[in-house]
T-cell receptor, first 115, second 114 residues
Framework: DSGVTQTPKHLITATGQRVTLRCSPRSGDLSVYWYQQSLDQGLQFLIQYYNGEERAKGNILERFSAQQFPDLHSELNLSSLELGDSALYFC??????????????FGPGTRLTVL | QQQVKQSPQSLIVQKGGISIINCAYENTAFDYFPWYQQFPGKGPALLIAIRPDVSEKKEGRFTISFNKSAKQFSLHIMDSQPGDSATYFCAASILQAAGNKLTFGGGTRVLVKP
C-alpha cells in the first residue's frame, strides 16, 4: 500500500458527461501528479500540483482540469467525455525534500469507462 | 513524440532465468531514470532508479545498467521468479526542486513460467 488513495475505483459514464476523480496524497506529501494510462498511449503525465499551485502541465486536454485543495487532496475534472477518454487515471504523490530524488508513490487508480 | 522507447513489449522467461528489458531515450537533459513495476489492478510501484553519473546499480535481484553515450538503459532481473510476473515500465525525468514529471516507456509484460 503506497498510502495514496483514489476514489472512486471504477466509474462508468456516458459520452458528453462530466466526472470528478479524487486523490488523497500520502500524509505530508505536498506534490500531486496525475497520469493517464490507456492501451494506445501508455502512461502519460497530465498535470502536477505543489501545495495548491499548478507546477507542470503535460498532455492534458482542455476539457480536463485539476486542482489541489488546502488539505492537499486533489481532484481531476473531466468534461465533455469522449469514448477515447476511457482509461486508468493514476494519482501519485511525492515528499518534500525527496522530490529532487524523483521518488513518486502511485495510488491504485480510477478506471474510467465512457460508453 | 515518444521520448522513451522500451523493448520488448513482452517476454516469457523460465523460473531462475534472466529477464532483460531495454530502454532508449532522446532528451539528453533527462537525469533520473526509474523503473516501475505494475501488477494487474494496481498502480505502478518504484522498483529501482539510477542517475546518469553511475553505470550500474544493483538492488537484490534487480540491476540497472546505464549507457549515457548511447542514451540507453536496461533492467536485468536475475533468478526470475513467478512473483516477478508483472508489467515493467522504464521512465525518465528531469529532476527539479519543484518536482519531476515522468516520461514513461511503453511497458514490458513479463511472464515467469514455473
Amino acid at each position: 500500500d503506497s498510502g495514496v488513495t483514489q476514489t472512486p475505483k471504477h466509474l462508468i459514464t456516458a459520452t458528453g458527461q462530466r466526472v470528478t476523480l479524487r486523490c488523497s496524497p500520502r500524509s505530508g506529501d505536498l506534490s500531486v501528479y496525475w497520469y493517464q494510462q490507456s492501451l494506445d498511449q501508455g502512461l502519460q503525465f497530465l498535470i502536477q500540483y505543489y501545495n495548491g499551485e499548478e507546477r507542470a502541465k503535460g498532455n492534458i486536454l482542455e476539457r480536463f482540469s485539476a486542482q489541489q485543495f488546502p488539505d492537499l487532496h486533489s481532484e481531476l475534472n473531466l468534461s465533455s467525455l469522449e469514448l477515447g477518454d476511457s482509461a486508468l487515471y493514476f494519482c501519485a504523490s511525492s515528499t518534500r525534500g525527496r522530490e529532487a530524488q524523483g521518488e513518486q508513490f502511485f495510488g491504485p487508480g480510477t478506471r474510467l469507462t465512457v460508453l | 513524440q515518444q521520448q522513451v522507447k522500451q523493448s520488448p513489449q513482452s517476454l516469457i522467461v523460465q523460473k531462475g532465468g534472466i529477464s532483460i528489458i531495454n530502454c532508449a531515450y532522446e532528451n539528453t537533459a533527462f537525469d533520473y531514470f526509474p523503473w516501475y513495476q505494475q501488477f494487474p489492478g494496481k498502480g505502478p510501484a518504484l522498483l529501482i532508479a539510477i542517475r546518469p553519473d553511475v553505470s550500474e546499480k544493483k538492488e537484490g535481484r534487480f540491476t540497472i545498467s546505464f549507457n549515457k553515450s548511447a542514451k540507453q538503459f536496461s533492467l536485468h532481473i536475475m533468478d526470475s521468479q513467478p512473483g516477478d510476473s508483472a508489467t515493467y515500465f522504464c521512465a525518465a525525468s528531469i529532476l527539479q526542486a519543484a518536482g519531476n514529471k515522468l516520461t514513461f516507456g511503453g511497458g514490458t509484460r513479463v511472464l515467469v513460467k514455473p
